[in-house]
């Protein structure tokens, strides 16, 4: 192939050739294999490339009007060879309409932007992006109950429909009259007479079917039946028991009230009782508003305003209350939080020790430029911390970067070398106090050590995620990761910390697992559901009070074990990340 | 024979092929994936003349073949016979033979966040958007010639990088 050619080649892949020259280029292409073959080599390329930025887009923009290319095409084609849906053109009671609405929703239609009413008839081709609140959606023998923070798009392609579900959840009730299929980011799924749950994440889709079956085009013959879940990727399909949503509703509901009913622990801030000083180190004001938020617990609640006027209002001198303020923040209303947010993102980055680590207090925070793009390291932290604050500053990063705030590249860097350093032979990880990593104290099963352990390993795997999540567009296989889930599926146990005596850490442990399965997507550690063995015990631990008692050790502020291990409980329920 | 949901199978295990072929003849994303759905939509209603056990890529390629004959003649009044297509197929095939999509999508995706910020730009520009390099000339106010050799380098700096990881994963 010579230059000349080269040089066609490539124009005709930037879509720069005028007809003369698209002509010419079809006729050397006809004459030379070597030239056929370029074409087809980086046409493959073209395409993957095509779809990895258009990927990436739906996940860093999930508002953007246009998806993942595959998928859609898949779609329109799937439904065509499965039992025909929601058809067009049967008269009026075939209408999709608006029967119910909470807080505000907003249609995209003809490209504009309208408020939705009950009463509303959609169209195809509508898009709608629900809030706060959700929408119910009925027609003959369907219902549709979208949740809050969701998008859906009603697709039509010649004559046929689809529902596309961007984000978010819905619960779909089927009725016994028709076959529907739903078009997911990872394919389609054909349902009857059923009701089931689907809730899209960037990079799978969670389907819990309540009742009745489900098949999934990928898994013809395979039915999902009631009383299981499947978590649904591109590269795989797992199928799981589900922990029935009744329960779990109820018993988050009686936790907050728990909550509710502790107030005076909730706003009294705790000091530390360590070697690192006087730093109010338990961050219970903060912990316990993100798990209200979680429990679903509305802004106007008194105790949740409170705590959220308590959080914003004070200095923040703890890592652990710079973390867990910035997640909570990032998920109650990243817009509305937006400066707090950045305050907990600079701390962070100025806190963070020399060797990757954070320790307890934070240092004051050198002011930022605040419409700089970047939050940048402006000072150095102390030589060294512990891996168990370290992962908190890290889940707070990474909340804060989902909230749209960019930082030193560094940071992350530095911290996911840590990880990396730390790791134990064994592929799990443990306390590493004072970046210590040499201590030989297997044996000690009542502290934290530097031999492996459930609640560090889980936390050490949920960090790198997360880490992995900030440094976008490099998809360098994890291998610590890889072996910290080996060792979570060899070690795995719902009733204590992997490796620990029983009441060691034992609330933390369980929510770190969670942290770990639900930011890497997946359900299991090993032949271990994480969440369905987690849940189960929960719900059976529940106390009669609505609370929690896990611990046991002294490690924790013993008269307050209760409030930390219903917090740690209810995120855990709620899979938190 | 072969039914809907079969055919719909083959269509999800070989869409990277169909769909680079399709790119191949016309580059424009936006472009082949109508033109992809459009052949999806076909196949599944022509199942039944697919015969099991023959060549499902080259028998939906067929069909590739009408709506890209038709789209060459309206977009440019191009005009090509089969021996064309025939030449490009058997082309297609060996790159087909010799890579496997998925682990070449995640060295392209190692390797594009290697690139830099304005070599990605314009990547999403021309994947995304679907400029051709005259709009983004004009986006970024740099010559066609430059764009289209800057596009150029940054294919080439992705494949040198995607061949060098592919021979480390080798060795």
Redesign the interface.
């Known amino acids: 192939m010579n230059a000349e050619e080269?040089?066609l080649l490539?124009?005709?892949?930037?879509?720069?050739l005028?007809?003369s020259e698209?002509?010419a280029f079809?006729a050397r292409?006809?004459t030379s294999?070597e030239l056929?073959?370029e074409?087809?080599?980086?046409?493959?390329?073209?395409?993957?490339?095509?779809?990895?930025?258009?990927e990436g887009?739906t996940v860093a923009r999930p508002s953007s009007r246009?998806r993942a290319?595959?998928p859609?095409?898949?779609a329109?084609?799937?439904l065509?060879?499965?039992t025909v849906i929601l058809a067009l053109g049967r008269g009026p009671s075939l209408v999709l309409r608006v029967t119910s609405l909470e807080g505000a929703a907003v249609l995209h239609r003809g490209g504009k932007e309208e408020a939705m009413y009950p009463g509303q008839d959609l169209r195809w081709g509508d898009r709608v992006a629900t809030t706060r609140g959700g929408v119910v959606l009925e027609r003959k023998g369907l219902r549709l109950e979208i949740g809050p923070d969701s998008a859906f798009e009603f697709q039509r392609?010649?004559g046929v429909e689809a529902l596309s579900v961007e984000k978010g959840v819905v619960r779909v009730t089927v009725s016994s009259e028709q076959n529907h299929s739903f078009g997911i980011q990872q394919?389609t799924l054909d349902t009857k007479d059923a009701t089931i749950r689907v809730e899209v994440a960037s990079h799978r889709t969670l389907i819990d079917v309540e009742r009745g079956s489900v098949e999934l085009?990928?898994q013809?013959g395979v039915p999902i039946t009631a009383g299981n879940y499947a978590s649904v990727t591109v590269a795989e399909v797992e199928i799981g028991r589900l922990i029935g949503r009744p329960r779990v509703e109820d018993a988050v509901r009686r936790a907050a009230r728990f909550l509710e009913s502790r107030r005076n622990d909730l706003v009294t801030p705790m000091v530390s009782e360590k070697r690192h000083g006087t730093a109010p180190r338990r961050a219970y004001a903060e912990l316990a508003l993100l798990a209200l938020h979680r429990a679903g617990v509305p802004d106007t609640d008194p105790l949740k305003a409170e705590l959220l006027g308590l959080v914003k209002g004070r200095s923040i001198e703890s890592t652990y209350a710079a973390a867990l303020q910035a997640l909570a923040l990032a998920e109650i209303d990243p817009a509305a939080h937006h400066g707090r947010i950045r305050l907990c993102a600079q701390l962070l980055v100025d806190s963070q020790c020399a060797n990757g680590q954070w320790d307890y207090a934070v240092k004051p925070a050198l002011s930022d430029d605040p419409a700089a793009l970047q939050v940048r390291r402006r000072q150095e932290g102390p030589a060294s911390g512990d891996n168990s604050v370290t992962s908190y500053a890290v889940l707070g990063l990474s909340a804060c970067s989902r909230a749209g705030i960019l930082f030193d590249p560094d940071v992350v860097e530095r911290a996911r070398r840590w990880w990396i350093q730390c790791q134990n032979v064994d592929g799990g990880w443990g306390y590493n106090d004072s970046g210590n990593r040499n201590a030989n104290d297997a044996d000690k099963r009542t502290l934290t050590t530097n031999a492996s352990y459930g609640s560090a390993t889980a936390s050490a795997v949920a960090s790198l995620a997360a880490l992995r999540g900030m440094?976008?567009?490099?998809?360098?296989?994890d291998n610590a990761i890889l072996r910290g889930l080996e060792w979570l599926g060899a070690n795995f146990s719902v009733d204590r910390n992997p490796r620990k005596d029983p009441g060691f850490v034992h609330g933390h442990w369980l929510l770190a697992a969670a942290r770990a399965g639900t930011i890497l997507g997946t359900e299991r550690f090993g032949s271990h559901e994480w969440y369905a063995e987690g849940a189960d015990f929960l719900l059976q631990a529940q106390q009669p009070t609505g609370g929690w008692r896990l611990e046991r050790g002294e490690f924790m502020a013993p008269e307050k074990n209760d409030v930390l291990d219903t917090c740690l409980a209810i995120l855990f329920l709620r899979r938190a990340p | 024979m072969s039914?809907?949901?079969q055919?719909?199978?083959l269509?999800?295990k070989h869409?990277?092929?169909l769909?680079?072929?399709l790119?191949?003849v016309l580059?424009?994303?936006h472009v082949?994936?109508d033109l992809?759905?459009e052949v999806?939509?076909v196949?599944?209603?022509k199942?039944a003349d697919f015969q099991d056990g023959t060549n499902f890529v080259a028998w939906a390629r067929s069909i590739a073949r009408n709506k890209l004959r038709e789209q060459l003649r309206r977009r440019?009044?191009?005009v090509?016979d089969d021996?064309?297509f025939d030449?490009?197929e058997?082309?297609?095939d060996?790159?087909?033979s010799t890579?496997d999509?998925d682990a070449?999508?995640?060295a392209?995706?190692?390797c594009?966040?290697r690139i830099q910020d304005r070599a990605?730009q314009m990547?999403?520009w021309?994947?995304?958007e679907?400029?051709?390099?005259?709009s983004i000339a004009g986006r970024t106010g740099q010559s066609?010639a430059s764009?289209?050799s800057l596009?150029?380098r940054v294919?080439e700096i992705?494949?040198d990088c995607?061949e060098r990881r592919s021979a480390e994963a080798r060795a």
């Not at chain 1, 490539?10 to 720069?16: E, F």
């Not at chain 2, 679907?130 to 005259?134: E, N, V």
């Open positions: 080269r040089e490539h124009r005709h892949l930037n879509g720069d005028n007809a698209q002509a079809f292409l006809q294999p056929r073959r074409l087809a080599s980086q046409a493959l390329d073209e395409t993957l490339l095509s779809e990895i930025i258009l887009r246009r290319w595959v859609v095409s898949i329109a084609a799937m065509l060879g499965l392609y010649k394919g085009e990928r013809p440094r976008e567009g490099d998809g360098r296989p | 039914d809907a949901a055919i719909a199978q269509v999800v869409r990277h092929g769909l680079a072929y790119y191949g580059p424009d994303a082949a994936e992809f759905q999806c939509v196949a599944v209603q199942a440019s009044g191009v090509v021996a064309f030449g490009l058997s082309a297609f060996a790159v087909r890579l999509p070449r999508k995640d392209l995706r190692h594009l966040g990605r990547l999403v021309r994947y995304e679907g400029l051709s390099a005259a066609r764009v289209n596009l150029q294919r992705l494949r995607v």
